[in-house]
């Protein structure tokens, strides 16, 4: 997950400029359980919503899928990642499960081409939006463009979706900016997705970025409630830099049946 590795990646980083300075850094970091939390929060979820499919948008290497499989899911998986080094990764790893399957392409508003800015240090960062002022700071700059296939998943979802009886989707994607684009691009079948996950910046990491809050409004005039929210790095402030957001279609359960308490709160509260 990306949580893990952005800290790491980053704490690492940092140390080599601290040392090249002569100073200490006080790297970024997530919360150690954020990611556990995050797994817990989607089993009860899935078992709510009775998710039988998962959209994996922004796969990169499968480091999602895993994590899914980690995390206790064993339905269907959609995985797609347009960049070819990073889908050849996925691919190898779907291919030992019978249940995930991957595509070479990125989602979107529109069906065209687009230009990937390629982060050469961690592929991670891939984009479709340049490099901001924090990746700078630490590096992570664009070594390349490549254009790469862009759909629209209410176009290809009849086909992912032929040998299922029923549609109970869950939509993530970590496209580094567009998520917005993705979700614009399943406008056709939004009365399948019953819940999604998108990343959230609370900071500039990319130009041109949509405000989180924009993020999060815009989501909610489609009919999407916030489930959760779960940290992915803070900076050396200890500031929330990136969290996943949960999201839940308003009327995917049914009728309200009664409370749930936070994964994270002691038994008895």
Same mark, same amino acid.
């Given at each position: 997950?990306?949580?893990?590795?952005?800290?790491?990646?980053?704490?690492?980083?940092?140390?080599?400029?601290? $040392?090249? %300075?002569?100073?200490?850094p !006080? +790297?970024?970091?997530?919360p150690?359980?954020?990611q556990?939390? #995050? @797994?817990?929060?989607?089993?009860?979820?899935?078992?709510?919503?009775?998710?039988?499919c998962?959209?994996?948008?922004?796969?990169?290497?499968?480091?999602?899928?895993?994590?899914?499989?980690?995390?206790?899911?064993?339905?269907?998986?959609?995985?797609?990642?347009?960049?070819?080094?990073?889908? $050849?990764? %996925?691919?190898?790893?779907? !291919? +030992?499960?019978?249940?995930?399957?991957?595509?070479?392409?990125? #989602? @979107?508003?529109?069906?065209?081409?687009?230009?990937?800015?390629?982060?050469?240090?961690?592929?991670l960062?891939?984009?479709?939006?340049?490099?901001?002022?924090?990746?700078?700071?630490?590096?992570?700059?664009a070594?390349?463009?490549?254009?790469?296939?862009?759909?629209?998943?209410?176009?290809?979802?009849?086909?992912?979706?032929?040998?299922?009886?029923?549609?109970?989707?869950?939509?993530?994607?970590?496209?580094? @900016?567009?998520?917005?684009?993705?979700?614009?691009?399943?406008?056709?079948v939004?009365?399948?997705?019953?819940?999604?996950?998108?990343?959230?910046?609370?900071?500039?990491?990319?130009?041109?970025?949509?405000?989180?809050?924009?993020?999060l409004?815009?989501?909610?005039?489609?009919?999407?409630?916030?489930?959760?929210?779960?940290?992915?790095?803070?900076?050396?402030?200890?500031?929330?830099?990136?969290?996943?957001?949960?999201?839940?279609?308003?009327?995917?359960?049914?009728?309200?049946?009664?409370?749930?308490?936070?994964?994270?709160?002691?038994?008895?509260e």
């Amino acid at each position: 997950m990306k949580s893990s590795i952005v800290a790491g990646w980053v704490e690492a980083t940092l140390s080599r400029v601290a $040392e090249a %300075l002569g100073c200490e850094p !006080a +790297a970024p970091a997530a919360p150690p359980d954020s990611q556990q939390l #995050l @797994g817990s929060h989607l089993r009860k979820l899935f078992s709510i919503l009775q998710i039988n499919c998962v959209l994996d948008v922004g796969a990169n290497q499968g480091q999602y899928g895993l994590f899914l499989r980690r995390a206790g899911y064993n339905g269907r998986i959609v995985s797609f990642e347009p960049v070819p080094d990073d889908f $050849e990764v %996925l691919a190898q790893q779907a !291919a +030992a499960d019978p249940d995930w399957e991957a595509y070479c392409l990125a #989602l @979107g508003d529109e069906d065209c081409a687009r230009e990937m800015h390629v982060v050469g240090a961690d592929s991670l960062f891939n984009s479709f939006l340049a490099p901001g002022m924090y990746m700078r700071r630490w590096g992570l700059l664009a070594d390349e463009r490549l254009e790469v296939p862009v759909r629209r998943l209410d176009g290809l979802f009849p086909d992912l979706m032929d040998s299922l009886d029923r549609h109970r989707v869950y939509l993530k994607s970590d496209t580094q @900016g567009y998520d917005l684009h993705v979700v614009e691009g399943a406008t056709g079948v939004l009365s399948s997705i019953h819940a999604l996950q998108v990343e959230l910046a609370l900071q500039p990491i990319y130009e041109g970025m949509t405000p989180y809050r924009d993020v999060l409004a815009a989501l909610k005039k489609k009919g999407f409630d916030v489930s959760g929210f779960f940290p992915i790095s803070l900076d050396d402030r200890l500031r929330l830099m990136e969290a996943d957001c949960v999201l839940v279609a308003r009327d995917a359960a049914g009728p309200l049946g009664g409370l749930h308490p936070p994964d994270w709160a002691p038994d008895g509260e």
